[in-house]
């Protein structure tokens, strides 16, 4: 049998594979090999060694994980909340650089690391090019015309390079900037070439050491571990949970939410001292640290959130540590897990940091069936194809070992991830916790998360300075602003008198029948002409067997026909269900399905599977 045969033989039986030091490595989830494959392995053990030693498949088209494949879909503006690239735009400030040394360094980093030679295709594949031009780094003296450019850059997935490196020299510093897709390396990856390049640059080692796997072969054996059986456990896992699993939390948002693509960074530090209290009392209560801060913030979305159960999306960068040295490779190894919080019921903060610690580690445990799978499945489940888990935490709290670097991170960095509404990353050091928030523009009502915020700080100090919170009910305040605008909005005593809008409505047309209103692009109507339109209206859905307590479609462009058309639903004791006209048609259909109206009021050209499917009034039934 042919060795490539034989490799892919072994990784479609869910066995990953490949060489190290001159020995062959293997790895099998469901225990120890059969003796007839060890067997074949030995008996073509010459073969095999000399197969991944010469790198003849390194240069092959090999698949997009379910992670960039999410991110590959993303940047197309078909998907809701979609056309964004996945992408980190990064400032290192250094007392001074030479910036032919490290476009030296930098061509040494490429050469190195196959997927800085990467390309993504729209078919869905990867593939490491095998040679590339020499990359010049880009050299400015205005830190604002490299921010402004590369601060959310859109790369063509099928051109290379799918990165950038500058540099910004002025008296003071030197400032260097890294722009990178995430489809080719994640933000633990993006730290091991920086520390890589310090480590060269300051000559503490020369940075030769070859990685022990490449990406390409770690994602093959990965993926042959879905014919394993204990990728069918953790799918059932999850299958079990599907009908349980919260949905995301629902925060103040703005009624006219806009479809920016941009972002903006909130950041701070908590200091070391702060810092390692927090991880000592996580520690007293046996739990990590990533759990103690994603409590903190998970009580920050429960305060401004309508549920109290909801999911958060858990960004892990843990790769299978069974691959010698895997954190030395770079690319993309970001997973995801729909994280369950519940705050429904009153509960000891310690207990509360208890179970969030206890469902990460069960949800990891049954990681092999990934996270993004588990998203399509809700999607089927629920039969809404929009289903979002937009608020988002990301960890590296213990993973990246930056302690010494020269470069010092500064505040302009930003990072953006399709249908990402927020994302809190948090990353230490020997200098503290590093707290980083990216926020979609246009999304939330304006303060909201600026007061999340600010809340998430005071209490991540407030964890930090005293035991005795941990042994208080899990629950944070609304910063004192809030609470004095909600006590002055309460405190009134003035008696208000309770009617419907269309009893309003109608006294208002008795006593100025002749005046206008509405004013819409055909004119100006008066009240008189609004309630007979509305009489006419409430005539055709009574005719179409509507009645009081029914459900009535409103699907119309904003015009005086619309108004009517609430009004004249509201007057036969009917409620109305309004359809943004600019929305996707699978969700206008999804909307309409779950109301379950008797009636549907369109616009004249509408579509007729309307027609077909729903009683239907238009302007020509009226008027």
């Not at 030296?104 to 190195?112: F, G, R, T, V």
């Not at 930003?414 to 523009?441: H, K, Y």
């Not at 005719?543 to 459900?551: E, I, T, V």
């Amino acid at each position: 049998m042919e060795v490539s045969k034989l490799i892919q033989n072994m990784r479609e039986q869910g066995i990953g594979i490949w060489t190290e030091g001159g020995k062959i490595r293997y790895l099998k989830k469901d225990g120890k090999l059969d003796d007839d494959i060890k067997n074949i392995l030995i008996y073509n053990k010459k073969e095999i060694i000399s197969y991944f030693e010469e790198e003849r498949e390194r240069f092959d088209k090999f698949p997009l994980t379910d992670i960039q494949m999410a991110y590959l879909l993303g940047r197309k503006n078909s998907f809701e909340y979609g056309d964004v690239a996945s992408h980190l735009y990064l400032e290192l400030d250094y007392p001074a650089l030479d910036s032919v040394k490290v476009q030296k360094i930098w061509n040494q980093l490429i050469d190195k690391h196959d997927m800085l030679r990467a390309i993504v295709l729209e078919d869905g594949t990867q593939e490491v090019l095998r040679d590339v031009a020499e990359y010049p780094i880009y050299i400015s003296t205005k830190c604002e015309e490299i921010r402004s450019k590369w601060s959310d850059k859109y790369y063509n997935t099928e051109t290379w390079p799918m990165f950038d490196i500058g540099v910004t020299e002025d008296k003071e510093k030197t400032t260097l900037h890294l722009s990178f897709d995430f489809l080719i390396a994640d933000w633990a990856s993006i730290w091991t070439l920086l520390i890589e390049f310090e480590t060269i640059y300051y000559n503490k080692g020369n940075g030769d050491e070859k990685c022990a796997i490449s990406f390409r072969n770690y994602v093959l054996n990965e993926m042959g571990m879905k014919n394993s059986s204990r990728y069918r456990r953790d799918k059932e896992y999850w299958k079990n949970r599907l009908d349980i699993i919260p949905e995301a939390p629902v925060l103040p948002m703005r009624s006219n939410a806009e479809k920016s693509n941009k972002f903006i960074r909130m950041a701070r530090k908590l200091s070391a001292e702060d810092w390692e209290k927090i991880k000592f009392f996580s520690s007293q209560n046996s739990v990590t640290p990533t759990a103690t801060v994603l409590s903190i913030f998970a009580l920050c979305i429960e305060r401004w959130s309508v549920n109290k159960k909801f999911s958060l999306n858990l960004t892990t960068l843990i790769r299978n540590n069974k691959y010698t040295g895997i954190y030395n490779t770079i690319g993309d190894f970001t997973s995801v897990d729909v994280l369950e919080i519940d705050l429904s019921e009153k509960i000891i903060f310690a207990d509360f940091v208890k179970n969030v610690n206890k469902q990460i580690f069960e949800d990891l445990d049954h990681s092999s069936y990934s996270g993004i799978e588990v998203i399509r499945d809700l999607r089927k489940r629920r039969k809404n194809p929009m289903l979002l888990f937009p608020i988002i935490f990301t960890s590296s709290i213990g993973l990246i070992k930056n302690d010494g670097m020269v470069g010092k991170v500064n505040n302009n960095g930003i990072s953006q991830t399709p249908q990402a509404f927020l994302d809190c990353q948090v990353m230490d050091n020997e200098e503290g916790l590093f707290i980083n928030w990216d926020i979609r523009n246009g999304i939330f009502e304006e303060g909201v998360i600026q007061d999340i915020f600010c809340t998430f700080l005071t209490y991540l100090k407030k964890i930090s300075e005293s035991v005795e919170f941990w042994n208080q009910q899990a629950n944070v305040e609304l910063p004192e602003k809030q609470m004095d605008q909600r006590k002055n909005v309460n405190s009134t005593f003035k008696e208000i008198k309770m009617d419907t809008l269309q009893n309003l409505f109608l006294k208002s047309a008795l006593e100025m029948p002749k005046k206008t209103a509405v004013v819409d692009e055909c004119g100006e109507h008066t009240y008189e002409e609004l309630l007979w339109t509305a009489y006419g209206i409430a005539d055709e859905l009574q005719k179409c067997s509507c009645k009081a307590g029914d459900y009535v479609g409103i699907k119309l462009n904003k015009s005086f026909f619309q108004i009517a058309s609430v009004l004249g639903t509201l007057l036969i004791g009917a409620a109305f269900v309004p359809i943004d006209n600019d929305q996707p048609e699978i969700r206008a259909d999804k909307i309409l399905e779950i109301a379950k109206i008797k009636c549907l009021i369109g616009e004249k050209e509408e579509t007729h599977k309307y027609r077909e499917k729903y009683k239907w009034i238009d302007k020509d039934s009226v008027i």
